[in-house]
């Protein structure tokens, strides 16, 4: 179902390299796009709007329609109940539990796109903050140099592989057919929904506007952003023990009481310790 992305697609046309044959596997897998397109032209406007910025959010721009996400969503609606119910009649299951399991698996059914765009969008923007700093550093590094702020962006992403470049190519695309520079950095933040790209979008937006140094702000930002990062560690370092509890309570601490009393009942019960109490 996927489709090759814009990128992909200019390269092949720039390589000049000849079409592929359309083999029977290609010919289904076009088939079923088509008619889960088909099955998703009945969604409604505002589920269109979400599943779009979702799906921008998971960089899956240009390779998935909401159309096609819907139509994945109303196909798991209306199949999975039946598993559910076969499920629950095989295992012998009275009629009003097979019921429920069916509705509980069309409910599954619907709301699991939702979740792995979600998780998806939520795994890029990880990505997005992972190298920010380390972009931004080359950034300022080639504002110093000399360069212009979109020819440094142009010239690092071109050398950068990611969503991070991704989304700076797509702000050069912006820039290049007339959006103003702001619209189209705070376009980054709300396509990746990610904090850092927003305060650095702000940051140049107004240094920009009160002709402040773009080298000074993108070297002041890289610092922040880096960190910002080590107190996220810190944070998640600090939560580490509260996480181990669960692990400590029902895995380890079983384990050591086995460990300690077994033998000493087994001896006190073989002194006759424990008679008294009926062992």
């Known amino acids: 179902m996927f489709r090759r992305n814009p990128l992909e697609r200019l390269a092949e046309m720039e390589n000049l390299k000849p079409p592929k044959k359309a083999t029977s596997k290609r010919r289904a ?22 599943l779009r910025m979702l799906i921008h959010r998971a960089g899956l721009a240009g390779r998935l ?21 076969y499920l629950g009649t095989s295992i012998n299951m009275t009629l009003v539990q097979s019921l429920i399991l069916a509705l509980l698996f069309g409910i599954a059914g619907f709301t699991a796109p939702d979740f ?7 795994r890029r923007c990880r990505l997005i903050e992972r190298h920010l700093p380390d972009f931004v550093d080359l950034l300022a590094t080639c504002v110093e140099a000399g360069l212009g702020l979109d020819a440094a962006i142009d010239r690092i992403t071109r050398r950068f592989s990611g969503p991070i470049a991704e989304e700076f190519q797509r702000y050069l695309w912006e820039v290049q057919i007339g959006r103003p520079r702001n619209l189209a950095l705070m376009g980054i933040a709300e396509r990746t929904s990610c904090d850092d790209i927003r305060i650095l979008a702000a940051s140049l937006t107004q240094a920009e ?6 080298a000074n702000v993108l070297r002041t930002q890289a610092e922040a ?15 580490a023990p509260l ?8 895995c380890f601490c079983p384990v050591i009481f086995l460990l300690l009393f077994v033998p000493l009942f087994l001896r006190a019960r073989q002194s ?7 062992f």
Do not use: Y
């Open 116 to 122: 792995w765009l979600s998780r998806q969008a939520r």
């Open 209 to 214: 506007l009160f002709g402040i140094p773009i």
């Open 243 to 250: 996480l181990m509890l669960p692990a400590l309570a029902f």
């Open 29 to 50: 897998l076009s088939f079923l796009a088509r008619f889960v397109r088909t099955l998703g032209g009945f969604i409604p406007s505002q589920s269109r709007s979400k």
């Open 65 to 85: 329609r909401a159309e096609e996400v819907f139509g994945v969503k109303l196909i798991g609606f209306l199949t999975l109940p039946f598993v559910g119910f």
């Open 225 to 239: 952003l880096r960190e910002r990062r080590f107190q996220q560690a810190r944070e998640r370092a600090r939560r």
């Open 272 to 278: 006759g310790l424990l008679q008294f109490l009926g």
